[in-house]
Structures are given as structure tokens and as C-alpha cells.
């Protein structure tokens, strides 16, 4: 772990039902969570004000994705003033699941962190390549091309958290070591440096995700640019989630 404070978040995707999330709840707020780590669950929209109604103030919630401006006339979408009425401090943007199975690109996401910026809503901004890119040796190049475009979005890095997500351990059981991820993160950090500032390299999060659960997070948490995690699968399980909110100290 680095400087900042320690970020986990927890991302529920697609899944549960009132029964199953007020459990979920239940157990989050009777778990023992160290008090210097920002902890973030994001549940479906559909679920987001049980969550704000019965969850810890401890624990801040997030949407998993926001329409690129203010509401309106876009049938189905959830605009950032919505997310931020329910209580919403943050929002999950480019997951690999958006870009890869939703079709998401750069530009889009773009628009949509910007908006959620200048309303005061927080970002995740999730980047991470393919195996395929892994493979071709352009896992730089991959990351770098979609923090480049954030940071020709972006008005300004407070309220910014990067979540490293190689997509080929995104759901797969097969995580990063903590040396792979290690290396990307101090590139990540490298480049910020380079083409933003020092100032938001140092102080700008770079969390990690993909099949970290309470078994590996504790050696990913060792490494000196892992600054948190974005958790998916574990997330679900009350107790395995607060080990992993733990698993710096
Ligand atoms: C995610 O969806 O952000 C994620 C990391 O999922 P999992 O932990 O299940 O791999």
C-alpha cells in the first residue's frame, strides 16, 4: 500500500434480490472494519436506495455507471444528478464489462467521468487490457492509451481513483501477482507523473482488481503503488469483504 488512505470498493454488478442484499447489509454493518480505509459498495441501481436506507454511513455507495450528462430524454439511463440525489458519492466508469460487453469506448466514458466530476460525484475509472494485449506485450501501451483518455477528459484529479483491472483476471479466478500488478501500477503512476502532474501522481489512488479475495489481498496490499481494491465476486460475501477492507494492516 502506498501514502494515501487504502480504497475498497465493492462491486455487486448485475446481482441479488431485496432478500439476498438486505442480508448483505446486515452483514457489512455488523462487520469490524479498520477505521483508516474508504470503503465503497456499489449496488445495482434498482437497490441503491434499500442500500443508502439500511447500510453504515461507515460504508459510502457508488452507481456502477451514470449517463454522460444531465437527465432527460434517454429512455433507460440513470443520470448523475439521480446517482447523486440517492446519496451516491461515487460511480464505477469504463469497467471492463462496459467497454468489452456493452461496447463502451474512450470517448464515451470520457464525457460521462467529466459530467460526474462537475456534479461532484466521485470516479472509479477502471482501465486494463485483454490477454490478447497482455500477450502482444501492450499492456502499457493499452493502459496508458485509456488513462490518456480520462486525462484529456477530466477538469481536474480530486475526487479520482484508478482501478487497475486486467480484464483476463476480471471474473476468472486468476489474479494478478502482486508483481504484475505492481509494475503496472508504478507505470500508471510513472505516466500520471509525466503527463499530469507529481503532485496528482502521489496523490491520486491506483486501486486494483480482479479476483482478489481474502485469501490473496493481503500480498497484493504489500506492494508499495496498490493503494486499494475494486472487488467484484467477493464482494458478495459480508465477511470476505471485510477481510479484504482489512487486509492492509
Ligand atoms: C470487478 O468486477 O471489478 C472485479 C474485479 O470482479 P472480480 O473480483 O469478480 O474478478
Known amino acids: 500500500a502506498g501514502s494515501g488512505k487504502f480504497f475498497v470498493g465493492g462491486n455487486w454488478k448485475c446481482n441479488g434480490t431485496k432478500d439476498s442484499i438486505n442480508k448483505l447489509v446486515s452483514d457489512l454493518n455488523s462487520a469490524q472494519l479498520e477505521s483508516d480505509v474508504d470503503v465503497v459498495v456499489a449496488p445495482p441501481f434498482l437497490y441503491i436506495d434499500q442500500v443508502k436506507n439500511s447500510l453504515t454511513d461507515r460504508i459510502e455507495v457508488s452507481a456502477q455507471n451514470c449517463w454522460t ?68 506485450g501492450k499492456t502499457f501501451d493499452v493502459c496508458f492509451q485509456q488513462l490518456k483518455a480520462y486525462a484529456d477528459a477530466l477538469p481536474s484529479w480530486d475526487n479520482v481513483v484508478i482501478a487497475y483491472e486486467p480484464v483476463w483476471a476480471i471474473g476468472t479466478g486468476k489474479v494478478a501477482t502482486p508483481e504484475q500488478a505492481q509494475e503496472v501500477h508504478a507505470a500508471l503512476r510513472d505516466w500520471l507523473t509525466k503527463n499530469v502532474s507529481a503532485e496528482v501522481a502521489s496523490k491520486t489512488r491506483i486501486i486494483y482488481g480482479g479476483s482478489v479475495n481474502g485469501s490473496n489481498s493481503s500480498d497484493l496490499a504489500k506492494k508499495e503503488d496498490i493503494d486499494g481494491f475494486l472487488v467484484g465476486g467477493a464482494s458478495l460475501k459480508g465477511p470476505e469483504f471485510a477481510t479484504i477492507v482489512n487486509s492492509a494492516t
Request: net charge negative; with cysteine.
Open 69 to 136: 450528462g444531465k437527465g432527460g430524454a434517454f429512455t433507460g439511463e440513470i443520470s448523475v444528478e439521480q446517482v447523486k440525489d440517492l446519496g451516491c458519492k461515487w460511480v464505477i466508469l469504463g469497467h471492463s464489462e462496459r467497454r468489452h460487453v456493452i461496447g463502451e469506448n474512450d470517448e464515451f466514458i470520457g464525457k460521462k467521468a467529466a459530467y460526474a466530476l462537475s456534479q461532484g460525484v466521485g470516479i472509479i475509472a477502471c482501465i486494463g487490457e485483454l490477454l490478447q494485449d497482455r500477450e502482444a
